[in-house]
């Protein structure tokens, strides 16, 4: 069992433990993690904290794994069981989406949502495990039949942030199983919960023990996972300077790597859009998840006509939003997710008040008495904003709006793009033509147009620049957790001159 008291979030601690080569055991040195529930600030659940020993035993059973029953597998059987599981986490969805919530204080709805819907990753590349398909190449040597595989690349290294582990998961692990890679997962500290308890379903679903082995702890534990010679490829979502770590350490062994890291997405809402959808898609883009989404529309870029018509509605709705415990269904905003990010956020307020932006409205913790122990900061917008200052350049992951007033296209499209990061961005217009260009205009790995925050498992996700290298979802992401190989079959049985090539 990974989790030794099932009882109900807060009526008594949840023990982890790890899960390698299809047992559950804790760390080798009896570490331990506490995981606080963002709510009330109080300790809910524990994990161990792996060492370099315990990563070293779930790589090792991840590679016995891949040379063992799961490699020797048909594709198709890989795919049954792929679906299988997927089947199995939308059954868990609530239970699963009650962990997460538990964990990171997002709301319990976005989470029941994004949970139940990840079976429609498992289907699709379930689906995909058999239709890897190589290639026979018209050979230009005489006498020569080729053609390509696509095997699996070896063992994955997933490292995930607390933000939606899950689904994050998810994007990894579906494209990785349909290769017919094994995988170790490190969630992050903050969040533990429920990727240990997805650990749970794999063996219920029939996989062989070892495909699938969870070590959780923090940094260092990761640091000890992308660092191992044995793993040949690392999927990490976190932010952009643990991402520069990871990228180098995986270079000294020349593991793959796909990075999904940080953002400073612009919401551009130019004067002939609806502002009554623009209005909802910018408190979607920044207040949906308490600004935690690595897409967070956090800046708000408005034409100058209708900038102040824009920010009153945007204003009026953000005064209104309810915080609140996650767990109910008319909370629209709950906790930020632990104490250090709640710091920050409220920093880079005080940050936003000295560099001389406006604040009209928020900028503070709550402090009803029904949030009293919650890590809650208000919804909060600054104007006066210009794309220089640090909280319009620097990824605050927080409730935390800033509105930058723009006059024409061009300069719109140059505000955008004047920033490190390149994950997501907003256009909102009736004009169909300015809709297209600015959508190729922005350099970010996904546009919405009139819309804010759509992710789904047949669309490429990633980013550009600094938020990333890789995508995620859509078919390719398969092709990622593979090693093409080329067969050259000699057929005329005939002996060739050794010093000529081919
Ligand atoms: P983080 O970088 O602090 O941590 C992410 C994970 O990496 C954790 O599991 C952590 O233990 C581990 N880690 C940290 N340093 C490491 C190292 N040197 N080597 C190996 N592992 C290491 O990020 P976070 O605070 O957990 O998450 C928030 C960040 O994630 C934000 O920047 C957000 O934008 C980003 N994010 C990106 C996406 C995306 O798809 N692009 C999605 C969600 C979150």
Redesign the pocket.
């Known amino acids: 069992m990974a989790i030794a008291d099932a009882s109900p979030a807060g009526t008594a601690v949840r023990e982890g433990k790890l899960l390698i080569g299809g047992e559950w055991v804790p760390a080798q040195d009896g570490r331990v993690l506490e995981s606080v529930n963002p709510f009330d600030g109080k300790v809910w659940a524990t994990a161990p904290r792996a060492g370099a020993a315990d990563v070293d035993a779930a790589v090792r059973a991840a590679h016995e794994a891949l040379n063992g029953p799961w490699g020797a597998m048909t594709a198709s059987a890989r795919g049954r069981l792929i679906r299988r599981l997927g089947e199995l986490i939308t059954e868990n969805a609530t239970e699963l989406a009650r962990t997460e919530s538990t964990d990171n204080g997002k709301l319990l709805r976005e989470m029941s949502g994004q949970l139940a819907a990840l079976g429609d990753w498992y289907d699709y590349f379930g689906g995909a495990a058999d239709k890897i398909e190589g290639a026979t190449i018209p050979s230009s040597k005489p006498n020569y039949f080729t053609y390509t595989r696509h095997e699996p690349i070896g063992v994955v290294a997933a490292?995930?942030?607390?933000?939606?582990p899950l689904l994050?998961l998810t994007f990894k692990l579906a494209p990785a199983l349909a290769a017919g890679c094994t995988f170790v997962a490190?969630?992050?500290?903050?969040t533990p919960m429920s990727v240990l308890q997805v650990g749970e379903l794999f063996a219920e679903a029939g996989f062989p023990p070892g495909v699938f082995n969870v070590v959780t702890?923090?940094?260092e534990?990761?640091?000890a996972?992308?660092a191992h010679p044995s793993v040949a490829k690392v999927a990490?979502?976190?932010?952009?300077?643990?991402?520069k770590?990871?990228m180098k350490?995986a270079a000294d062994h020349l593991a793959k790597v796909t990075l999904?890291?940080?953002?400073k997405s612009p919401n551009i809402v130019f004067e002939d859009a609806d502002l009554q959808a623009a209005t909802n898609g910018v408190i979607a883009g920044i207040f949906a998840a308490t600004g935690q989404?690595?897409?967070a529309g956090s800046r708000l870029l408005v034409q100058r006509s209708v900038h102040d018509e824009l920010v009153q509605r945007v204003a009026a709705r953000a005064r209104t939003i309810k915080l609140g415990n996650p767990l109910e269904t008319t909370t629209e905003m709950g906790p930020v997710a632990f104490r250090d990010q709640f710091e920050k956020i409220l920093s880079y307020v005080d940050l936003g008040l000295a560099e001389g932006a406006e604040l009209v409205s928020g900028g503070k913790a709550a402090t009803e008495p029904d949030l009293e122990g919650g890590y809650f900061v208000q919804p909060t917008i600054f104007t006066g904003v210009r794309n220089d200052m640090r909280i319009a350049s620097e990824?605050i992951?927080g409730p935390v709006l800033s509105v930058i007033p723009f006059d024409t296209e061009d300069e719109a499209i140059a505000i955008a793009n004047d920033t490190m990061y390149g994950?997501g961005a907003g256009v909102w217009t009736k004009d169909l033509q300015r809709a297209h260009r600015v959508a190729h205009a922005v350099r970010a790995g996904s546009v919405w147009v009139n819309s804010y925050r759509m992710i789904t498992y047949n669309v490429p996700?990633?980013?550009y620049k600094q938020?990333?290298i890789g995508r995620?979802n859509g078919l390719s992401a398969v092709r990622d957790y593979t090693e093409t190989k080329s067969v050259w079959i000699e057929l005329s049985g005939q002996t060739r001159d050794p010093f000529v090539l081919g």
């Open positions: 490292i995930l942030p607390w933000n939606s994050l490190k969630p992050a500290e903050q702890g923090d940094a534990t990761g640091k996972l992308v990490f979502t976190g932010s952009t300077d643990s991402g770590h990871v350490s999904e890291l940080g953002g989404t690595c897409v990824e992951f994950l996700f990633g980013g938020s990333g995620e």
